[in-house]
């Protein structure tokens, strides 16, 4: 091994382990600013998900049986799931099973940026755009990025914002830490944390979302050194600063998979 591939393998690790750690409420990553996308990029997107949002249905994440519903979504939040087997955007199925087979963005000659930003992005669990209605939020509550496949291997699985419509006062907590997300660049967001969305501006919030499996080949993509996802380069500066602080006293939650003295040896991931 080179002294330049050492570095780059004791930076992913220390990439694995903040996230880890953070993932369990302790000091660590619980967000960064990765990538950042052109303006033509940006327009491009957010002109498609337009075109896509006119001609598609949204699952709503407050009704009864959505997957997310659990995370007590408040005023109007729409998804719209474009990585799946059925084509529909309001199919949410499998949305969070782990596997990164039998799913595909089939709307992809009406919507070719959106396609090639998912083509490029490797071992995607799933792809969705996500809308916040003015005033509208989900209460704050806890999933986990530290995975088991079904091979038994311990990683990561990692989320990811695109936001493409803001405003300042929308914001994300993550450990009582407040994020404002700026539109047209990518950042993990650690939803290991106890975290919360609040769209506190006067028209809707829209962001692309997506989780991969952290691959060899997925965290070469959003962390390098491998190419950039299309359209998109690397940002000099990752650290996120937060912009205020604001306390949390109660959430939901989901039970955790993997118990913290279990990820102390994780690793990446083979695709599942």
């Not at 409420?25 to 498609?48: D, N, Q, V």
């Not at 709503?60 to 408040?74: N, Q």
């Not at 199925?93 to 595909?104: E, I």
Request: hydrophobic share 40%.
């Amino acid at each position: 091994m080179t002294a330049h591939e050492d570095d780059v393998d004791q930076g992913l690790r220390r990439i694995l382990h903040g996230i880890r750690d953070a993932n369990y409420h302790r000091p660590g990553i619980r967000c960064l600013r990765l990538l950042e996308a052109g303006p033509g990029t940006a327009a491009s997107l957010a002109a498609e998900v337009a075109l896509l949002r006119s001609r598609q249905r949204p699952s709503l994440a407050g009704a009864p049986g959505h997957v997310t519903a659990w995370t007590g979504p408040r005023g109007r939040v729409e998804q719209f799931s474009l990585l799946n087997a059925s084509g529909r955007c309001d199919d949410f199925s499998r949305d969070h099973d782990l596997s990164c087979f039998g799913k595909r963005f089939h709307h992809g000659a009406h919507h070719p940026a959106l396609a090639a930003l998912i083509g490029s992005l490797p071992h995607l669990v799933n792809f969705r755009v996500n809308v916040l209605g003015p005033g509208a939020s989900l209460s704050p509550h806890e999933e986990h990025s530290v995975v088991r496949t079904r091979s038994g291997a311990v990683g990561i699985r990692a989320r990811f914002h695109l936001p493409l419509t803001t405003h300042p006062a929308a914001t994300l907590t993550l450990d009582g830490d407040v994020h404002h997300l700026a539109a047209g660049s990518v950042y993990l967001v650690n939803h290991g944390c106890v975290h919360a969305a609040e769209n506190g501006g006067p028209a809707e919030r829209v962001h692309l979302v997506w989780d991969m499996l952290l691959t060899v080949d997925a965290a070469a993509a959003v962390f390098g050194p491998g190419p950039a996802p299309v359209g998109l380069t690397r940002t000099r500066r990752r650290t996120q600063p937060p912009v205020g602080r604001r306390t949390v006293t109660g959430w939901e939650r989901i039970a955790p998979q993997v118990r913290e003295a279990e990820a102390r040896n994780l690793g990446l991931l083979a695709v599942q």
